[in-house]
């Protein structure tokens, strides 16, 4: 059996949790989510848990089995705690803004990008040179700080662009000059 989708998933104080089905429906505190998962995964309550199982060790049930858990902790979990990114622009002239819901990019190049928010994504700009970008579906709280960063990825050289504030940019030595006779 699969090491993570044999565990129990504990609903804590405050989460609702309804399965009608293949939908999985998860209320808490900061909002709902709904997922419909594979037919084939078995999803069921017992008590404070939730329990998924598969109906064969197929090598396809098998890889649905501890994805179809940890997507639903991650909806447990979003609607207990939320999720957040934090991106860092680095650049001469370079900076965030918010507009509204639009994020307003100065990325160096001719024109200001515009990104809209997505539904249920909070944007936060607390400084020039940081956005925070919160809810409480993790993947698209991911997708979103991923297709900022896409904009003007950290570069090796200068260390220039957009990038999370716990990643590490490796730096690269410019070009040496060949020295020599004129």
Do not use: C, W
């Not at 594979?38 to 069921?44: A, F, G, I, S």
């Not at 622009?89 to 928010?117: E, K, T």
């Amino acid at each position: 059996m699969s090491r993570i989708g044999r565990m129990p998933i504990a609903i804590p104080a405050g989460v609702d949790v309804k399965i009608d089905g293949n939908t999985v429906t998860v209320k808490g505190p900061k909002g709902e989510l709904i997922r419909t998962v594979h037919k084939d995964m078995k999803v069921e309550i017992e008590g404070a848990e939730i329990l998924i199982s598969r109906p064969n060790d197929s090598k396809e049930n098998k890889s649905l089995h501890g994805l179809t858990r940890t997507l639903i902790a991650n909806m447990v979990d979003g609607v207990t705690n939320g999720y957040s990114k934090t991106l860092e622009i680095n650049g001469v002239g370079y900076r965030a803004q918010l507009q509204g819901q639009n994020l307003v990019l100065d990325l160096g190049l001719s024109h200001q990008v515009i990104m809209p928010a997505p539904d249920g994504i909070t944007i936060e700009t607390p400084g020039q040179n940081k956005i925070l970008i919160s809810g409480i579906d993790k993947q698209k709280v991911g997708q979103f700080a991923a297709e900022i960063r896409e904009k003007r990825p950290p570069e090796p050289y200068k260390g220039k662009g957009i990038k999370y504030v716990d990643e590490y940019v490796r730096r690269k030595e410019g070009k040496a000059g060949k020295g020599g006779t004129a």
